[in-house]
T-cell receptor, first 107, second 114 residues
Framework: EDQVTQSPEALRLQEGESSSLNCSYT??????LFWYRQDPGKGPEFLFT???AGEEKEKERLKATLTKKESFLHITAPKPEDSATYLC????????FGAGTRLTVKP | KAGVTQTPRYLIKTRGQQVTLSCSPI?????VSWYQQTPGQGLQFLFE???????NKGNFPGRFSGRQFSNSRSEMNVSTLELGDSALYLC?????????????FGEGSRLTVL
């Protein structure tokens, strides 16, 4: 069965403390892996699309990477405004979302 | 450019009632997909519409249905509401089919079933 697992469930960082979020997947026929950010009371906001192993995308303090079995979202020197839930999703016909990682960055 | 608009934002219903939610996609976007988000199950795919046709359906009972109009606006309906249907219902649009790119989400319709 197609599955997407994100870890950790929650992550608390000090401002400037870099870290990584993990998204592991077991799917057949992956058509794309997506990262989204969701703020409380809002819909998810698109961040990145990755299509093939070895691919990397960057945006400000965020960098997403993809291997054959997992993706990482690296956050470099995070700021309090980076606090949000980060969702990973895979495209296998429909979209399958992970449960998300709730990131809190303390000043 | 206006974003995805969902109405109503909040609603309260009782068990056994039915509800209709509306979604206006970004102008020019032809694909609309719907998702249910709950604390326990996370974001789950309901269905996708493209050019007024349902293209894909998630694993939800037949009480959940939807449609898309010629102007790409979409509605979803849930009949015979159950307590477990309480959730945030999110609509997302994209320029083309679901498997070709990013999704633009609305802010959701929060349904509470009492």
């Amino acid at each position: 069965e197609d599955q997407v697992t994100q870890s950790p469930e929650a992550l608390r960082l000090q401002e400037g403390e870099s870290s990584s979020l993990n998204c592991s997947y077991t799917v057949s026929g992956l058509r794309g892996l997506f990262w989204y950010r969701q703020d409380p009371g809002k819909g998810p906001e698109f961040l990145f699309t990755l299509y093939s192993a070895g691919e990397e995308k960057e945006k400000e303090r965020l960098k997403a990477t993809l291997t054959k079995k997992e993706s990482f979202l690296h956050i470099t020197a995070p700021k309090p405004e980076d606090s949000a839930t980060y969702l990973c999703a895979v495209q296998v016909g429909d979209m399958r979302f992970g449960a998300g990682t709730r990131l809190t960055v303390k000043p | 450019k206006a974003g995805v608009t969902q109405t109503p934002r909040y609603l309260i219903k009782t068990r056994g009632q039915q509800v209709t939610l509306s979604c206006s996609p970004i102008s020019g976007h032809r694909s609309v997909s719907w998702y249910q988000q709950t604390p326990g199950q996370g974001l789950q795919f309901l269905f996708e519409y493209f050019s007024e046709t349902q293209r894909n359906k998630g694993n939800f009972p037949g009480r959940f249905s939807g449609r898309q109009f010629s102007n790409s606006r979409s509605e979803m309906n849930v009949s015979t509401l159950e307590l477990g249907d309480s959730a945030l219902y999110l609509c997302a649009s994209s320029p083309s089919r679901l498997n070709t790119g990013e999704l633009f989400f609305g802010e959701g319709s929060r349904l509470t079933v009492l």
